[in-house]
């Protein structure tokens, strides 16, 4: 086994390089993601970011979910950037949202106005596990944070829960894997004439090579969307009506299913009530298998509600129900063949965020090949959960060897034939990078 046959010690070096870039990225109370890339505090980056700092600081990651929670509006939204202070290198920031416009935003603290995948049900309930009654101040951190966090589920069940079926619809690409090929159909019905140039206003390309980057037009129908919210004054009712994208995505569902889970142990923990988040999975559990479950294809796909069809574009996202434990044994099983044949075939590293067949797959860009290690983190947890022991290793070593190999990317090329130390692409000293290393590197072996 990987991690035993090299033991700890051999990690040290890593491991305190792993903290440093924790530490370098902690502001006073938050984490950014990367400093030059992303300088505020962004929603599930901080959730991973949390689960790292534990083997750095612990008042450090309850400091990280607490400010993440200042950001909560008033409707139980937890909004995927909190901007804690300004920083005129980054667009867009909060000029963009205009957060305080809205009257369910915090008024001492500007952020953005959609959402990203939900993790502290599932991030706290992890950490549950280590702090519980043994740390006064996590007890008390989850006492103040678990309602919040029920809050922010309670949220996308009742303002993004297109026809009541149990599955939440997002309205953004920015609210799950930014630049993914399952949103180009969506993204490129809306007329770019009608969308703001802001090409002029993007940074992102100073620190990163636009090959790896989203594409301008694609940037400005992002921007689009912002603008439509606005109009609407970030009225969930009034933007579904018009809203050109609205789209079932398995990532979030997935991770939504899977924190629902983690509060329901949390509320055992607390003595609380579990019913509504067991009504809740019950719901989105058997919705993602009737709607978004391809018989034929034997994947997981998105759905587009404007289309009214499914998105046969076969993405890292799809496996994230085994994260989940959304699958049969017979679905987990075709899924882990879908690894197999559609993403590591060729050695490919595992796991290409697109499948290496698709037309849209591009080792270098982002979303659309490239493999990020919270994903792989997720299907790790997710092969192992379904007894699947020797793929849970292989990607668990490849993920090793990636940040090993080239340090804390963003995000890394998987393509079989360049060298290993030649994959790190994106931003550099990214924290979940660092974070899930460290907690891969420290949770118990298979
Ligand atoms: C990128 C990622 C997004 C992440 C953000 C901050 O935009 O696509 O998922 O939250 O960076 O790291």
Redo the contacts with the bound molecule.
Sequence with gaps: MYVEARTKETYAMKMDQAKRVLLNNNRDGYTV??PRL?PFQ?N??SGFIALGLCYVNEKKAFDEIRNMFKGQWSNGMLPHINFHHEDPSYFPGPELWASKECPWSPKDLATSGIT?PPVYGFILSMMAERFWKKDKNFDSLLKEIYPKVIASHRYLYQHRDFNNEGLIYIHHNWESS?NSPLWDEALNNIDIKEARDVSGLRRDLKNVDAAQRPTNDNYNRYIYLVDLFRKYGYDDEKIVRESPFLIQDILFNAMLVRSNEGLIHLASLLGEDASEMETWNKKTIAALNNKCWNKEAQFYFDYDINQDKQIPIKVSNGFMPLFAGVCSPLQAEQLKRQLVSSFGSGNYILCPSCGVDEPAFDAVKY?RGPVWININWMLYHGLKRYGFVEEANHVKKQTLMLIEKNDFHEYFNPVPDIPDNARGLGGTNFSWTAALYLDLINESDL
Excluded: A, L, M, T
Aim: aromatic share 44%; hydrophobic share 35%.
């Design positions: 993601p990367s992303y962004w599930w980056d990203q930014d979303w």
